[in-house]
């Protein structure tokens, strides 16, 4: 079984602090009169309204609210798709607003685990070798150990038999097992997932839900946006938006 609380190597030297989400006197995640605006055609649209938002290391949160309620904007804030029009953003000791593109890359592959609703693995390449991609791009661990790790990694999804196929030739279920396991490359503190189980059967979804219950009980922080309310309840905490706010 693969060690879930490996650190990662910081890669950052020179760049605002990066830091290892041990400093015990704030938040793992903190965000602090977020606000983001989207300037369009049309006119000023409000997205995010001076959020504050607290969120401790090892929580399972999910994230609801009716569609524009601000779920994707918040999660691309906290991931630093997407930069706030105001406000902090803390993630493990980074100021996350104040980083650049680069910076960003190099945090975001350091820091979180991202998991989307059409799990994006690249159609030419093995499974194992989407896996494994994370880890080539950070430039972690060396190439036999890369292997080893996406195939361990592979195991604990319950997917390893699947590890030399491409992702057609699995279920939609299977193939969301494999984002997961990608997500979890570099051993990240973070996992945020956004409607990891939209496009799954119930039974299929019930499944990648456990999943997501045993990375949190492993100490993995994790954040779910989703629709399906009896999921959401079952997570450790529930965060509802409305207009751009937490209500």
């Given at each position: 079984m693969i060690s879930m609380q490996r650190s990662v190597a910081n890669k950052t030297a020179g760049y605002p602090r990066i830091g290892s989400g041990t400093d015990q006197a704030r938040p793992l995640i903190?965000?602090?009169?977020?606000?983001?605006?989207?300037?369009?055609?049309?006119?000023?649209?409000?997205?995010?309204?001076?959020?504050?938002?607290?969120?401790?290391?090892?929580?399972?949160?999910?994230?609801?609210?009716?569609?524009?309620?601000?779920?994707?904007?918040?999660?691309?804030?906290?991931?630093?798709?997407?930069?706030?029009?105001?406000?902090e953003v803390h993630i493990a000791g980074t100021p996350v607003h104040q980083l650049d593109e680069g910076q960003l890359a190099i945090w975001r592959g350091a820091t979180l685990g991202i998991v989307f609703q059409f799990f994006q693995l690249l159609p030419t390449l093995t499974v194992l070798e989407n896996v494994r991609l994370p880890m080539d791009f950070c430039n972690q661990y060396t190439s036999s150990e890369r292997n080893e790790r996406a195939m361990s990694l592979l195991r604990l999804v319950g997917i390893e038999e699947f590890a030399h196929q491409l992702p057609s030739q699995l279920s939609g279920g299977q193939q969301q097992s494999a984002a997961i396991a990608r997500s979890l490359a570099n051993d990240p503190q973070i996992v945020v997932t956004d409607e990891p189980t939209g496009n799954l059967d119930a039974h299929t979804a019930e499944q990648v839900f456990d999943l997501l219950i045993r990375l949190a009980a492993s100490g993995k922080t994790v954040l779910m946006v989703t629709h399906d309310d009896d999921l959401a309840s079952r997570a450790g905490r529930v965060i509802t938006l409305q207009d751009g706010e937490i209500v």
């Open positions: 903190e965000l602090k009169h977020v606000s983001k605006t989207y300037h369009t055609v049309a006119g000023d649209f409000s997205a995010l309204k001076n959020i504050d938002l607290a969120i401790e290391s090892g929580e399972f949160v999910a994230i609801v609210g009716k569609s524009g309620s601000g779920k994707t904007t918040l999660i691309n804030v906290l991931t630093g798709i997407d930069r706030p029009s105001s406000g």
